[in-house]
């Protein structure tokens, strides 16, 4: 029975947190595609749709309230739609979705305006700490995408690599957070992942709140 078996302990507790199943993570990978159908009945019974995305990866749609929902807030998005952006550059491309830290700091300085940057990141904090702090809450952010494998950190670096994933946050930008209501489903996986965006605190990993 493969709810015994470690894959899907392991799948599971990525899926319940918010988190994707990447191509890359090779063996939970593969036991999502070998037991897709069984894991699509096993998170029906829990109000929950496990679906396949067209770009490969796996994550959970709520569609009942059995699982909490998480809720990403405006920091997390932005950089997740930075992100998303430099993911079609092709210097990205070719260095397999490898970006450091700094080079995504000053992309957000040079395309988010100024005003912009403060309400997002740095809302309540004095203009001589604003630098800090908005560099403060974008790795804040990046270490919640890490948490629910948007990206990845590269170990001994100030380095990310972007996971095929990180393409879900491409759809917010398209509406510019505005999304249709035919689309929001697409864009939460479980314990949620809700793609919306409001006065609401970072959830972050290490602080493990912002749940409905």
Not at 142 to 162: C, D, H, N, P, T
């Amino acid at each position: 029975m493969i709810f015994l078996e470690k894959p899907f302990a392991e799948t599971d507790v990525i899926l319940r947190r918010g988190g994707n199943i990447n191509m890359s993570e090779i063996a939970l990978y593969e036991f999502c595609c070998q037991e897709f159908e069984m894991l699509q009945r096993f998170y029906a019974n829990l109000e929950c749709n496990f679906v396949k995305h067209p770009d490969g990866f796996f994550f959970l749609v709520p569609t009942g309230d059995i699982l909490t929902t998480k809720i990403l807030s405006r920091a997390c998005i932005n950089v997740g739609q930075i992100l998303a952006m430099l993911a079609r550059d092709p210097e990205i491309t070719r260095t397999s979705g490898r970006i450091e830290i700094n080079q995504v700091l000053k992309t957000i300085d040079t395309m988010v305006p100024r005003e912009i940057q403060k309400a997002i990141y740095s809302p309540n904090t004095r203009e001589s700490n604003t630098d800090r702090s908005i560099g403060d809450e974008v790795r804040k952010a990046l270490r919640q995408l890490v948490y629910l494998r948007f990206i990845r950190f590269v170990a001994g670096s100030e380095a990310i690599v972007l996971a095929e994933s990180i393409n879900r946050f491409t759809e917010v930008a398209r509406y510019d957070n505005e999304i249709e209501e035919t689309k929001k489903i697409i864009l939460q996986s479980t314990r949620g992942v809700s793609f919306i965006t409001g006065e609401i605190n970072s959830t972050d990993p290490e602080e493990d709140n912002g749940e409905n």
